[in-house]
């Protein structure tokens, strides 16, 4: 018999679709007075990635908190999946991450082994990212999560929000979409080996070549693909920036077996709630509904969304064609309108 | 009859793929506990020609597939 402890066994909702869906978030979040400080450069008002504090005229801190309950079955993999999109959030905002904290929940039932090497996951990618880990926090919980809180720096003036894309930008993606759908699928045992492979393999890739290769341009905006899928996290770009995003969905990768269960109705509850979050925004036009869900599904550790000046995107195309691991050029920002804030098509 | 209350997603989907892939019946009934439930099965039923009739009671949904005609 096979004893390997079977970590997704012990979570309700896998990575990053166990977050609380972005209309709840803002009502949870309602009437608490949000205190203000000059040198804040970004806080919560934007659904921004992290938060940036200018320190001096060179320098900001970039601060960003985040954890999950088991997304992969092997510890270590669950470790290095958990920090690598704990660390994103900094690169989202162009920063470079330096210090962080372990945030771990542990069942007193799990084998020290396994804890072990859950951090070691989450020590070696913290050490990819050129970030030290310098202590932690950890609970007894009866589901497992982890995760880390990290810290970067960031010069103030190359700060990257959600917020600032203008009329004329062009639209690139990093990774390709379908991981929630796949993690979904894995619990009844339905994902093919390699693709199972390929998708742990994106969300263990760091978006720290995307974040080193996009800083050299002008761009305007950033976000990373996460939690409320590319068509939530587009819509708070779309809004934050007071724009509409036109989104050619030929363009975008979607992982092809992941396209198949959403033609047969195998997807995640997440999907469901960021669609009710953002279907209202989105005009969808005539694309194909198992499409439409793939643009909806929570993503684990995905790829930066980036607005770029037109004049400069075949460059950065270019160059993070041969760097990130999907390369993809998905629509135009356009002046409002006044209707939809996304267009498909 | 597949009882598939209490089971978290995807099992109930899977559980009527399975059936519908071993007999491809003139008609299916299930019974789940989630909307996720109710629309991951609507999707499946609608990509094999299934029209799905729901029935809510007491927090349950009884779905019935019928193959289209």
Known sequence: MDDKIKLTKLANCAGCGAKVGAGVLAKLLDGLKVRTDPNLLVGFDKSDDASVYKVSDDLALVQTVDFFPPIADDPYTFGAIAATNALSDVYAMGGEPKLALNIMAVPASLPKDAVHQILHGGYDKAYEAGAIITGGHSILDDEPKYGLAVTGFVHPDKVLTNSGAKDGDVLLLTKPLGIGILTTAAKADLVSEDTMAYAVRLMTTLNKSARDAMVKYRVHACTDVTGFALLGHACEMAQGSDVEIHLSVGDIDLIPEALDFARTGILPEGMYRNRSFAEAYVDAGDTELAKQDMLYDPQTSGGLLIAVHPDEADALFEELSSSVPSAQRIGTVRAYTGGARIYLR | ?69
């Open chain 2, 1 to 69: 009859m597949i009882d598939a209350r209490g089971l978290s997603c995807p099992m109930p989907v899977v559980m009527v793929q399975n059936e519908v892939k071993k007999s491809s019946p003139d008609e299916v009934k299930v019974m789940v506990d989630s909307m996720v439930c109710v629309e991951n099965i609507t999707r499946f039923a609608s990509s094999k020609q299934y029209d799905v009739e729901v029935v809510k009671k007491d927090g349950e949904f009884e779905l019935t597939l019928k193959k289209k005609k």
